[in-house]
């Protein structure tokens, strides 16, 4: 029996195998498991993962929380103006937060980061989504685990939105530290990144304007629209195309995608997207339940959910149709 690896350019994964001369399709691994992640961890098998993305807490000191909102007409008792100058009463109709504060972030990290070296394969890289708060002190414990020799890049994803404070520069992005288990041999399609237009254009020529150019290792992108369809309604949800983008370019269709701070289910998204197996761990049952919801389409296996699952709706919109514009869902 052999194992034959095909690609495909989005969709269903399409890892197959050999027997005796015939092919069968083996279906993708799409899997969420509710449970703590250092024990979800363990049991995972030595480098069998192609990729891991993940977004902790960012030990940000406050709890982490979003409001639903349903907006009601009401000209009498409104609570805001919206088209055409019309007042609306606001409602609240549902309420996510976690806790987001560590006596010992690191301590916290240190283990799951062990296992998740673990956990990839020889050719796999590894993504962490922390903030200015912390990525200093993470990229030293990471350098501890992995070897600086296996450090490739910080990224920084940039977006203009939410507070300016008048005593210090706006914070307006994210750090991404990425590492490659083998710095000499990973995973890194260049011709699968997508591009992005010239900012003059009229200096590259017309054929050069029209294809664009890659990004460097600055990432402008806004953060999920407060009426994106996009929108989950979970505190701190991470753009779609952020992800796809580290997907696209650091596995294969077929590959096997880890994200064990599963949050919103974004990764889990971008991997079925694009053809890749994942698995995605949590321990809040918000997050479970939006997981569920958002991942509907794509046939996916629950594992320890069942108490979770069994009143959710997934048919449900995951969001009212309006939410409150002054809830930012950075860290």
Sequence with gaps: M???????????????LQVDGVIAQEPPTRKVIFADNLEALAAIPDECVDLIYIDPPFNTGRPQSRKGIRAIRDETHGDRVGFQGNRYRSIQTSSIQYPDQFDDYLAFLEPRFREAKRALNPAGSFFLHVDYREVHYCKILLDQIWGRESFINEIIWAYDYGGRPKS?????????????????????????????????????GPEKAARGKTPTDVWWNTIVPTNSAEKTGYPTQKPLAVIERIIRAHSNPGDLVLDFFAGSGATGEAAAKHGR???????????????????????????????????????????????????????
């Excluded at 990425?178 to 590259?204: C, Q, S």
């Excluded at 997981?291 to 009143?311: M, S, T």
């Design 277 to 331: 197996s994942f698995v995605l761990i949590d321990n809040n049952p918000e997050s479970i339940r939006i997981i569920a919801k958002r991942l509907a389409p794509y046939g996916v296996q629950f594992e320890g959910c069942n108490a979770i699952l069994q009143d959710t709706n997934l048919n449900q919109p995951l969001l009212s149709p309006i939410q409150d514009p002054d809830d930012d869902t950075t860290n």
């Design 168 to 204: 210090r520069w706006p914070a307006k992005h994210d750090n991404i530290l990425w590492y490659a288990k083998d710095p000499r041999d990973y995973t890194f399609n260049y011709h699968a990144i997508d591009r992005i237009p010239y900012m003059a254009p009229g200096l590259v």
């Design 2 to 16: 052999t194992t034959v690896s095909t690609a495909a350019g989005g969709g269903d994964s399409v890892s197959r």
